[in-house]
């Protein structure tokens, strides 16, 4: 608990006590009111004030006014007919002050998994810099600078292991319990903590984009968008709330009227009191703090259960969104497979395998053009040459997307990419006999050859499809700007419903929209991708999820849900969470709305009286609050 919830239950421990202690004196008269105000301000004085204020602001149609009014008008009747009975205005107030403190005390228990996460973040670094360590803040470290991380620190910054060995913790991010084995060469991300050994790593991106970064911006943006059902009941408060309270007048004014109006008519022989009374008990019925506070709690929980396991939501209408996801479309490369390619053979002109010279002088042209991209295929080449570039040799580097890139390497006009790359420079590209990934190249405007390559899928991705059907997704589809083979291969290996092929970045957007129009009224598609080439089809879906670990961050800015370890098993989870969240959403908005009506109406005809009115009030409050806890509870789904 923290300082206010802490003060808040001594305030409840001593309301109580004092109840009770004064329970045993006989006092009568304006001593017993002294001392039952005292014990009334001690409780509520907050709400007295937060009323006031609300009244001076132009706000005072919320629950604290409803609160204020009915007790002060519960002292002022009980005043008024000499009864002594002040006890029902302190049990209005107290109760509603247990149900606010069980809403607090859920808020934190929720909020426990962001702080966590939030706890990621490094409050320094420490830096070589002239044969020695400097602590400096992350925000001054330079890509390209050799920070150390000792044992039991947070990595501040991405970068790539330059020296040591050792085991990070990386649950904080992926929900992983599992330490990570890294060593020299290995990329290391923001956030995850060192176990073992002393690791020097070189420096990748500046401290704002580091993951560490991005994952906080998530975080504390998600607060901000709610969802369709919290933007309703925010709506539903404002004309509820005043309703109610002139419904309250009315009930207080218009049959005592009537009563003289008719001349004491059988069936209006109630005093003007009970008419009073019957109005402050409508007046605690109606609060509608059950669903006011229930409604964000369980979205709050639900995403905070979903860090818990290294789903990031950006926000409530993306958790409501998910729950309605019957078609999920994915990305091939990095998404269902690993992402990282292996050189399986290198062609000449004649589709023949060469060795020696020639192979090696075909895959350094590869390697240097591809030097400066951020696609696995590059990435694989450089691993495969396995030396330093010298980016000195290059210029005039043009990437272009869904097709390759084109370079000047030595003096001598380099391409390097797939099929449409080739037709676009008007080249005969040879076709491949040998399945795999093909990268074609051509030197000074001649085509010189080609490179196979492969890629694995990831051992999760099947049962990953499985799952998806089991949890209710109707439809899942593929698309890749690979060849029609590899595709069609990987999709009856993983199960895929529908595969699609040779697509540029632009055909992925127009597929997209094509299976969008095609879903069912109310159904959601949902888009799986990790590269950079995926973030406008991504931000173009229903729904966009990315794989955090190894995806760009240009693909991690445009999603709605990050997966931290690229995991597409977590998807499957992500969807089940949405839809318990929501089940639990709308078991509090029926449960609240019910049993508020049905105590609404008996209490118009006096068979509730105030002590049921605190139940219908709080505790439908504190059942809802308890109910939207389970949100966090996902561990199992």
């Known amino acids: 608990m923290n300082s206010k919830q802490r003060r808040m239950l001594l305030r409840i421990i001593i309301a109580v006590v004092m109840t009770v202690a004064v329970q045993f004196f006989d006092t ?25 204020s609300g009244i001076l602001n132009g706000r005072m149609f919320d629950e604290n006014f409803l609160m204020a009014v ?22 209005v107030m107290l109760f509603y002050q247990i149900g606010e403190f069980f809403q607090s005390y859920a808020v934190g228990r929720s909020r426990r998994n962001i702080a966590a996460l939030m706890d990621i973040r490094p409050d320094y670094a420490n830096v070589e810099r002239d044969g020695g360590l400097v602590k400096v803040d992350p925000d001054d470290v330079t890509v390209g600078d050799i920070i150390v991380v000792n044992p039991g620190e947070k990595i501040p910054i991405d970068g790539v292991v330059a020296d040591g060995a050792s085991s990070l913790n990386t649950s904080a991010l992926t929900g992983e319990s599992l330490p990570r084995e890294v060593s020299p060469g290995d990329d290391v991300v923001s956030g995850s903590v060192n176990m073992t050994g002393v690791l ?62 008719f001349g004491g008519a059988p069936f209006l022989f109630v005093t003007f009191e009970t008419w009073i009374y019957r109005a402050l008990t409508f007046l605690v019925i109606s609060c509608p703090c059950a669903l006011v506070v229930s409604i964000p709690l369980s979205f709050f929980a639900g995403i905070g259960g979903a860090s818990r396991q290294g789903i990031l939501v950006k926000g409530a209408n993306i958790l409501e969104t998910l729950s309605k996801v019957k078609t999920v479309v994915f990305d091939k490369t990095g ?38 991209s951020s696609h696995p295929i590059g990435r694989s ?49 040879c076709r491949c006999s040998t399945p795999g990934t093909i990268v074609h190249l051509a030197i000074d405007g001649d085509y010189s050859g080609h490179i196979v390559m492969g890629d694995v899928e990831k051992p999760e991705a099947k049962a990953a499809i499985e799952d998806l059907h089991r949890s209710g997704v109707r439809r899942t589809v593929m698309l890749t700007g690979d060849t029609r ?24 957007v127009m597929r997209m929209e094509e299976i969008m129009d095609s879903a069912r009224p109310g159904e959601k598609t949902a888009f799986v991708g990790d590269g950079i080439n995926d973030a406008p089809v991504l931000s173009r879906a229903d ?37 318990k969240c929501l089940r639990i959403v709308w078991q509090n908005i029926v449960m609240a709305l019910g049993i508020k009506g049905l105590c609404l109406v008996l209490g118009v005809f006096g068979i509730v009286n105030m002590w049921l009115a605190i139940f219908a009030d709080v505790g439908v409050m504190v059942l809802a609050v308890l109910n939207a806890i389970r949100a966090m509870y996902v561990g199992r789904l």
């Open 70 to 91: 009915a007790t002060v008008g519960a002292f002022a009747l009980a005043i008024y007919e000499r009864s002594g009975d002040y006890l029902e205005a302190i049990a």
């Open 543 to 579: 729904l966009g999820i990315a794989m955090g670990a190894m995806g760009s961050d240009a693909a991690i800015e445009a999603a709605d849900v990050v997966l931290m370890d690229d995991n597409p098993l977590k998807i499957g989870k992500a969807i089940r969470i949405s839809r």
């Open 485 to 508: 083979a590899v595709a069609e291969q990987v999709g009856r290996k993983l199960g895929i419903d529908e595969v699609y092929s040779q697509l540029l970045p632009a055909d992925k």
């Open 200 to 261: 020097r790593i070189r420096t990748t991106k500046e401290f704002g984009e580091s993951t560490v970064s991005k994952i906080l911006e998530l975080v504390e943006d998600s607060a901000s968008r709610k969802s369709r059902s919290e933007n309703f009941i925010a709506r539903f408060a404002r004309v509820y709330t005043p309703a109610v309270c002139y419904g309250a007048l009315a009930l207080a004014v218009v049959p005592p009227l009537l009563l003289i109006a």
């Open 381 to 429: 080449l450089l691993s495969a040459y396995g030396q330093d570039v010298d980016r000195t040799r290059m210029s005039g580097l043009t990437e272009i997307s869904g097709h390759g890139v084109t370079a000047t390497i030595d003096g001598r006009s380099v391409a390097a990419g797939n099929d449409r790359l080739m037709d676009s420079l008007g080249l005969a590209a």
């Open 28 to 52: 009568t008269g304006w001593m017993r009111l002294a001392l039952y105000l005292v014990i009334y301000l001690v409780i509520g004085h907050d709400i007295l004030k937060k009323a006031w």
């Open 335 to 372: 998404t269902l497979t690993r992402g990282v390619f292996e050189v399986n053979a290198i062609h000449d002109v004649h589709d023949r395998e060469v060795r020696g010279d020639d192979a090696a002088a075909l895959l350094e042209s590869a390697a240097i053009a591809e030097s400066a």
